[in-house]
T-cell receptor
């Protein structure tokens, strides 16, 4: 199935560092969602974005809906060990007429204490 | 508040056996419902989605099927499992707000 390009694929960072990841597509989206998944569990919704240029925060997490509507970014500030996990972006295609979501390939984050 | 349940949590089944996974949502009405499969270390593959009772859209041709007998119940089935059906199955729901929420998942191992 169709997937979004998500990068980086994985990253190792030191505790306290900031983290950035992004999703890009050649298609235009009307909604962007960011999830975190812990091993053996379902993804948990972190942030939802609905408007081009929108910048939304949830604690140490900040996500932005790209101006072109073709990309989105997630930043984590001052990472802590519990931030470890897989982060997924997901989006709904503009004008798709369906309720389907396309998912990114995931960014695996490991935080070194 | 809304909650989503999946069962069983884990399942080990032999090749050729039938499958039935269940998903139920509480606290909302007329949700859009989804089944995804996630292979180990991989992303999410949309299998089926439903916008109403008896309405099923299939995304990937395979030996799986889905049914929605009630507004908040979504079932994933197979008549004969294949080894390649092993994976982590996730049910999700959404509403007009476009936010999508996932259940805890079912780990299926086909032996």
């Amino acid at each position: 199935g169709q997937q979004l390009n998500q990068s980086p694929q994985s990253m190792f960072i030191q505790e306290g560092e900031d983290v950035s990841m992004n999703c890009t597509s050649s298609s235009i989206f009307n909604t962007w969602l960011w999830y975190k998944q812990d091993p053996g569990e379902g993804p948990v919704l972190l942030i939802a974005l609905y408007k081009a240029g929108e910048l939304t925060s949830n604690g140490r997490l900040t996500a932005q809906f790209g101006i072109t509507r073709k990309d989105s970014f997630l930043n984590i500030s001052a990472s802590i060990p519990s931030d470890v996990g897989i982060y997924f972006c997901a989006g709904q295609l503009l004008g798709s007429g369906t309720y389907k979501y396309i998912f990114g390939t995931g960014t695996r984050l490991k935080v070194l204490a | 508040s809304q909650t989503i349940h999946q069962w069983p949590a884990t399942l080990v089944q032999p090749v050729g056996s039938p499958l039935s996974l269940e998903c139920t949502v509480e606290g909302t009405s007329n949700p859009n419902l989804y089944w995804y499969r996630q292979a180990a270390g991989r992303g999410l593959q949309l299998l089926f989605y439903s916008v109403g009772i008896g309405q099923i859209s299939s995304e990937v041709p395979q030996n799986l099927s889905a049914s929605r007998p009630q507004d908040r119940q979504f079932i994933l089935s197979s008549k004969k499992l294949l080894l390649s059906d092993s994976g982590f199955y996730l049910c999700a729901w959404s509403h007009s707000s476009y936010e999508q929420y996932f259940g805890p998942g079912t780990r299926l191992t086909v032996t």
